[in-house]
């Protein structure tokens, strides 16, 4: 069955600092990933998505993630962080079988202190 | 332009009640879903809706839940015989075709408690 997860519940990291967040993959087949943020009281924003060609995907406010096929992975990165980057991140996909489900992980909450 | 919007933002019942969640989805989006997400966990898959037919429900949990989309634009969560389990919060999102690399734009959800 296809799943994704995110290993961390949580992530640390002081402004200014590159942070990390985690993702990965279980499919057989092509996955489409996506990263969302979703702020207090919030629907989900959406962030980036990889489809197919350039590993490293660009998205909004400066985030990046990067697909990696042979660790089955789409980490979410950014160069330097802000405490209004502070929020909880989903990442999510669609895969071949279930095609328009996107089905997430369980979300990690990224803390950004100044 | 407007986004996906949701009403009510809040919803508190008391069990056994009857409940209507709406959501409006972007114009011109033919593809609407409709998710929940329960505290401390990613939101998952309720039901699909390719215009006005439900495309897929597999994830509706019961037959107490049913979803409407009369006119392929607003549609309509309804929940019979509420039940505590239910406390969670509904998200609706909507895309442009409904395919598998289509960006699903989220409303901001209905949070229902069922006391």
């Known amino acids: 069955a296809q799943s994704v997860a995110q290993p961390e519940d949580q992530v640390n990291v002081a402004e200014g600092n590159p942070l990390t967040v985690k993702c990965t993959y279980s499919v057989s087949g092509n996955p489409y990933l996506f990263w969302y943020v979703q702020y207090p009281n919030r629907g989900l924003q959406f962030l980036l998505k990889?489809?197919?060609?350039?590993?490293l995907v660009k998205g909004s406010y400066g985030f990046e993630a990067e697909f990696n096929k042979s660790q089955t992975s789409f980490h979410l990165k950014k160069p330097s962080a802000l405490v209004s980057d502070s929020a909880l991140y989903f990442c999510a996909g669609t895969f071949m079988d279930s095609s328009y489900k996107l089905i997430f992980g369980s979300g990690t909450r990224l803390l950004v202190r100044p | 332009g407007a986004g996906v919007s949701q009403t009510p933002s809040n919803k508190v019942t008391e069990k056994g009640k009857y409940v209507e969640l709406r959501c409006d989805p972007i114009?011109?989006?033919?593809?609407l879903y409709w998710y929940r997400q329960s505290l401390g966990q990613g939101p998952e898959f309720l039901i699909y809706?390719?215009?006005?037919?439900?495309?897929?429900d597999s994830g509706l949990p019961n037959d107490r839940f049913f979803a409407v989309r009369p006119e392929g634009s607003v549609s309509t969560l309804k929940i019979q015989r509420t039940e505590r389990g239910d406390s969670a919060v509904y998200l609706c999102?909507?895309?442009?075709?409904?395919?598998?690399?289509?960006?699903?734009?989220f409303g901001p959800g209905t949070r229902l408690t069922v006391l």
């Open positions: 999102a909507s895309s442009f075709r409904g395919t598998s690399t289509d960006t699903q734009y």
């Open positions: 990889y489809i197919t060609g350039d590993n």
């Open positions: 114009s011109g989006h033919t593809a």
């Open positions: 809706f390719q215009g006005t037919g439900a495309a897929d």
